[in-house]
């Protein structure tokens, strides 16, 4: 996610905008739309091929207020998804917090075994959910993973949903042997469940764009407006319609690629949600509660961008 300060310098915040892939995609479809309104214009120019050629502009500025209308939409439902994403992993901090402050409380100091494994389990959840909601968990990732539980782990499809299991298991094992009395085990039981809550809620947005019929549709009608729009411009502007139809479609396709982009907010693409770092932070806050300590630093921050 590209961190910037609003306000402070107009073109250090655009020069961001070039840093993105999305950025990229966009820039090469103008060229192409350049050059293809170019050969568009220089024939009917050279051709004089003008009285032939003649579509009413007042059209294209109807049929430009529609794809408006529906490019709101698509970012609206792009930006909507972002920010819920970022409302999960924020509320996944606080829980993860309180999570910790329980098991504080309810745990003695002198039982550092227990502590270490929760503040490992709770960042494991973290750390392998940031994965899973990308490409599946990488074990490398994960952190005090012995062998034999490496082994375990292996064997899983869903691995936050298994370690928040293994966290569960433990504190019903600790509640039957009266370690845990039954008020701490119901408030605790309430914070573990707010973890597979926000589990849920992040696979339901990595898993349910937006409906595919309406992105092809938008798609279609963006790529007709655009391949139409230098025959509507030419007779009036000759060859300056050159630079005015790539224009138009930079705006139109930047605003379709942009909400593709934080559309999936959980990868690695520029504007896409920390989670990376979120996550590890979760860590050390974890740590910092259970262990009175900061956790090995195992962690350089992410780098947003598209890797192919």
């Known amino acids: 996610m590209i961190l910037y300060k609003t306000n402070q310098n107009w073109l250090g915040d655009v020069s961001h905008l070039f840093k993105s892939w999305t950025m990229t995609r966009i820039v090469r479809a103008v060229g ?16 004089n091929w003008g009285e032939y050629v003649q579509l009413n ?3 294209f500025s109807l049929l430009g207020v529609i794809l408006s209308i529906f490019l709101v939409f698509r970012t609206n439902s792009a930006y909507d998804r972002w920010w819920e994403a970022r409302k999960q992993w924020g509320a996944l901090v606080n829980n993860t917090r309180n999570f910790a402050i329980y098991v504080d409380s309810m745990y003695p100091e002198e039982e550092e075994d227990t502590r270490h494994w929760m503040a490992s389990h709770v960042s494991n959840f973290c750390i392998a959910l940031v994965d899973h909601l990308r490409e599946g968990t990488e074990l490398d990732k994960l952190i005090f993973l012995p062998k034999e539980e ?3 782990y292996e064997k899983k499809d869903h691995i936050p949903n298994y370690i928040s299991q293994q966290i569960f298991k433990k504190i019903a094992a600790d509640h039957r042997e009266g370690t845990i009395n039954e008020g701490d085990y119901i408030n605790i039981k309430i914070q ?13 947005i990595k898993k349910t764009p937006i409906p595919f019929s309406y992105a092809v549709y938008l798609k279609i009608f963006i790529s007709a407006y655009a391949l139409l729009l230098p025959f509507a411009l030419v007779t009036s502007f000759h060859m300056m319609a050159v630079p005015l139809a790539m224009f138009l479609f930079f705006a139109l396709l ?12 959980f990868g ?13 932070t979760i860590k050390k806050n974890v740590f910092e509660i259970l262990e009175n300590r900061k956790p090995i630093a195992t962690h350089e921050r992410e780098l947003y961008e598209k890797v192919f």
């Open 268 to 280: 690695l693409d520029c504007n896409d949600l920390p989670t990376g770092d979120i996550a590890h």
């Open 150 to 152: 490496r082994e375990v």
């Open 57 to 59: 502009t007042s059209i």
């Open 32 to 47: 192409i739309m350049g050059v293809y309104s170019l050969v568009a214009c220089l024939v009917i120019e050279k051709m």
């Open 192 to 204: 573990h469940q707010s973890f597979l809550d926000i589990l849920g809620a992040c696979e339901r």
């Open 254 to 265: 930047g605003v379709e690629l942009l909400g593709e982009e934080i559309e999936d907010p």
